[in-house]
């Protein structure tokens, strides 16, 4: 479905044959990932026979581990080599489980012990400064203004609290634009750039709403949860979780979790404790549901994470049947809020169906990346892909603290592609292990904990790790296999360049990513990046191509936010037959539209902010004074 895709690419197709040690024997015992290099490598022909110090010398890569480093994260083998997950799922719960999971996966069990810190501007801190002249732009009616503090948007003594233990000194532009709105109980489609914040941009306000209310929920048989928050995968459910949890500590506020994947029960069990934020996937929710152990019809707030992915295909369906066709109070008697980075033209319109009278928000470019991350685009043939991925990988020195290993993100297009390229960098020494759809949960979160511990500081993954996950000190982005979709891509890179820190991101373009090429020239050239000669020809040579590869979603506007309102305005300006539009805001306002100013004459006001604010036929209201 959704993740699956039948189509070879290189990262699979590579054949094993041609890319593997031709000697390589057909049976070998099994050897966690790490220490493939080490211990197989014994058996080439050209290589020593054995545990061969001379060899790993030789060999080599700034990854090299001693053994005493390399501890398998598994304690009972697993499933040979090459079974599921390139053998890093399976085994029982060894050294590492014991220590590095327990202490640095669950934060929020820990959160007590953080010390409240009033002042403290320290180097985990956002830098602010990277994001001082972002663009903003906002339309709609009636626009609550921005705060510039968290002291002014005052959230409560609790929250305030928790914000200052999460070390949030200030609030991320999209936070300040974001959290006014959503507490005057607007609803809300917003985009800003990965890694900006907007978790807490949908998080602070939905606490403060439920603690508002004073009504928290009760144990009971069916949960009657009061906000909901809907995320695309399981992963993302989690890490939303796990920051609502921290938002909410010592809030009285109960925030439960529902995804697939991992035994039901275990959730239910939990959601009868009683529930007033449920973060969930909407497989789950629905199954739940049908089971009549959730009922939407109290719930006062609903919060799309990465909305357009939401929206798409493979989830409207589902979204129309939890947010239409189930017990949820209709548009309008709840507030529903959308965030994501990119936001197409299509998908905002199916998401005005869900809202009322909604504000649109952008900080940033809609689509765009943030200029935090050092985007690189080289020209490699599929042939030498791995060759080149190897070259790379062995540039990268030990940076982190006590000479630990940045993280390293590669991103394949299919399943098989990420299981066939962990398991070729594992034997060559590169400790990697893989992410995708086709691994059990348990598999998935394993992985998933392994790399953010730096335990393997490879990840391969496909898409289902493209979207909204906030692993700290990713320092580079490489897209093996680039996507078809230039949003995707948007979403990638962005898993670097979070927070205001800097990042990296490669890319391998080969013959077969010329549909991309036009897109990527427009999306570095808006990041201030240097667009490479040959790109160029490639994005020209699309361009005389019928369809012109795929075009920026967002529109006629380059720069800024776009409110896609503003197209069917600009049609209707533009249709001697048509004199009323009823759809703009949800409501059925209707306004002649005849003059330039006609977009302000109707009460949908906007103003844009920073550098890149462009023209529009309506009036535009230049804000200033927190920017
Ligand atoms: N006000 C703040 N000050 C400092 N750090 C912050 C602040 N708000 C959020 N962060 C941190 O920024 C990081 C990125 O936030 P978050 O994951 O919410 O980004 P995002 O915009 O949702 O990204 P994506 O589009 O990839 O989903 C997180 O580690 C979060 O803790």
Known sequence: MYYTTTTMTWSDGVTESTQRPQTRPTQLPYVPPHLRNKYNNGAMSSMPTSL????????????????????????????????????????GRGRFHQTQEQDSYNIASKFEKLEVNVDDESP???????????????????????????????????????????????????????????????????????????????????????????????????AFPLALILSPTRELACQIYEEAKKFAYQTRVRVAVAYGGAPIVHQLHNLEKGVDILVATPGRLVDMMERAKVSLSMIKCLALDEADRMLDMGFEPQIRKIVQQMDMPPCGSRQTMF????????IQRL??????????????????????????????????????????????????????????????????????????????GFPAIAIHGDKVQM???????????????????????SRGL????????????????????????????????SGLATAFFSDQNMPLAKALVELLQEANQEVPLWLNDYAKRASNIVGGGRARRFGGSKFGGYDFRRDAQYEIENDPYSSTYGSFDGTASSYGLSNANSYAATGVDSYSTGSYGHEFSHETVEASGWD
Not at 474 to 488: E, T
């Open 470 to 501: 906030d692993v700290p000190h990713v320092a580079h982005v490489i897209n093996f296999d680039l996507p078809k979709d230039i949003d995707d891509y948007v979403h990638r890179i962005g898993r670097t360049g979070r927070a205001g820190k």
């Open 339 to 346: 965030f994501s980075a990119t936001f197409p033209d299509e």
């Open 351 to 428: 998401a005005s169906d869900f809202l009322s009278n909604y504000i649109f928000l952008s900080v940033g470019r809609v689509g765009s990346s943030t200029d935090l991350i050092a985007q690189r685009v080289e020209f490699v043939p599929n042939m030498d892909k791995r060759n080149h991925l190897m070259n790379l990988l062995r540039g990268q020195e030990p940076n982190g603290t006590h000479g630990k290993h940045a993280l390293t993100l590669i991103f394949v297009e299919t399943k098989r592609g990420a299981d066939a390229l962990e398991h070729w960098l594992s034997l060559n």
């Open 124 to 222: 985990e801190s956002t830098n602010f400064a990277a994001y001082d002249d972002i663009p903003v732009e906002v339309s709609g009616s009636e626009i609550p203004s921005p705060a510039s503090s968290f002291e002014e948007i005052d959230l409560g003594e609790s929250l305030n609290r928790n914000i200052k233990r999460c070390k949030y000194v200030k609030p991320t532009p999209i936070q300040r634009h974001a959290i006014p709105i959503a507490l005057a109980g607007r609803d809300l489609m917003a985009c800003a750039q990965t890694g900006s914040g907007k978790t807490a941009a949908f998080c602070f306000p939905i606490i403060h709403a439920i603690l508002e209310l004073n009504r928290l929920s009760k144990p009971g048989r069916v």
């Open 52 to 91: 061969n110090d001379d060899y790993a010398n030789k060999n080599a890569n700034s990854y090299g581990f001693t053994t005493e480093s390399t501890q398998p994260p598994l304690g009972r083998g697993g499933r040979g080599h090459r079974g599921r997950g390139g053998g890093g799922g399976r085994g």
């Open 443 to 465: 598999e998935r979160e394993r992985a998933l904990k392994s790399f953010k511990s730096g335990y393997t500081p490879i990840l391969v993954a496909t898409d289902v790790a």
